[in-house]
């Protein structure tokens, strides 16, 4: 699997953004990806993730509420629909294969990062 996020830029707080992740060489379906992010002298977080075989999608609390995270099998491409973005949302965002960890209740990046696209929360 290769992946490719895009859609970053400069946003108000209150603004939105779409990113998208367009996944290539995708042949099955059993595995998650998870959007995550990361921002200088932060830990790498999970954002959010979703299940490629059943849809299932999982939000981390800090987001929860104003992302929306969404798959379009025939595009193969998976979006994350982020509103209401906050300064505290800057980071460089990418989308990588996941595993749930389900003792802590998120998802993990598992072998496949793509590139990241920087989103910066700002007036």
């Known amino acids: 699997v290769q992946l490719q996020a895009s859609g970053g830029g400069l946003v108000q707080p209150g603004g939105s953004l779409t990113l998208s992740c367009a996944m290539s060489?995708?042949?099955?379906?059993?595995?998650?990806l998870g959007w995550f992010r990361q921002s200088p002298g932060k830990e790498r977080e999970e954002v959010s993730c979703i299940s490629m075989s059943d849809n299932n999608t999982h939000l981390a609390h800090s987001v929860m509420g104003r992302f929306t995270v969404s798959r379009d099998k025939l595009r193969n491409t998976v979006y994350l629909q982020m509103k209401n973005l906050k300064p505290e949302d800057t980071a460089v965002y990418y989308c990588?294969?996941?595993?749930?960890?389900?003792?802590?209740?998120?998802?993990?990046?598992?072998?496949?990062r793509g590139q990241g696209t920087q989103v910066t929360v700002s007036s």
């Open positions: 060489g995708v042949s099955q379906d059993n595995f998650k």
């Open positions: 990588a294969t996941a595993l749930w960890v389900a003792l802590e209740q998120k998802c993990v990046e598992y072998d496949t």
